[in-house]
């Protein structure tokens, strides 16, 4: 009785971790919706005067989700610690491919290399006098201080 008792707690316990964890796609799924309007919606109140980054009432289990606002550009940005990131870039990526796959509307640029500790991906649409920025990740290895290894995604909105 009592090894049935523990079993069913740690299978129960087992489906809330499962349950627990963030479905990344549809959050950028939901990020790429508010890009629409220029993310109005889920802008916080900002508590710094100085700052240009505003919190989002929209947040992720792990890593930070900031709003800027720029006198020419309103951008989500998700910083996630490289440690913790490989399911994060791995949702980007595919986030990427199945948004920005449209040769025609979308250029795509990377530089540098994870192994180099420096990576970064543009995507720009086309059709305009140039090339517009409209996605970037950034990977960022600090050999010295791990703490200082990030992952970026930043969506512009519209």
């Known amino acids: 009785m009592k090894r ?3 079993l069913c707690l740690l299978l129960a ?3 809330s971790f499962a349950r627990a964890q ?3 796609k549809s959050l950028l799924g ?3 919706q508010h890009s629409e309007n220029g993310f109005k919606d889920i802008i916080g109140v900002q508590t710094d005067t100085l700052s240009n980054f505003y919190p989002s009432v929209l947040t992720a289990d792990i890593g930070e989700v900031q709003i800027g606002k720029f006198p020419y550009a309103v951008t989500l940005n998700w910083a996630v610690p490289l440690a913790q990131s490989s399911e994060v870039r791995a949702a980007v ?3 990427m491919k199945a948004t920005y796959s449209d040769d025609k509307l979308y250029k795509t640029v990377s530089d540098g290399t994870e192994e180099e500790g420096d990576m970064y ?3 720009y649409v086309l059709g305009g006098a140039k090339p517009l920025l409209i996605f970037q990740t950034i990977y960022y290895r ?3 201080d791990a ?3 990030k992952f970026v995604m930043t969506m512009y909105g519209k």
């Open 142 to 144: 600090n050999e010295y």
């Open 4 to 6: 049935s008792i523990i």
């Open 30 to 32: 939901t990020f790429y």
């Open 121 to 123: 991906t543009n995507v």
């Open 147 to 149: 703490e200082k290894s």
């Open 22 to 24: 963030q479905d990344y």
């Open 93 to 95: 990526q595919d986030f």
């Open 13 to 15: 316990s087992t489906i």
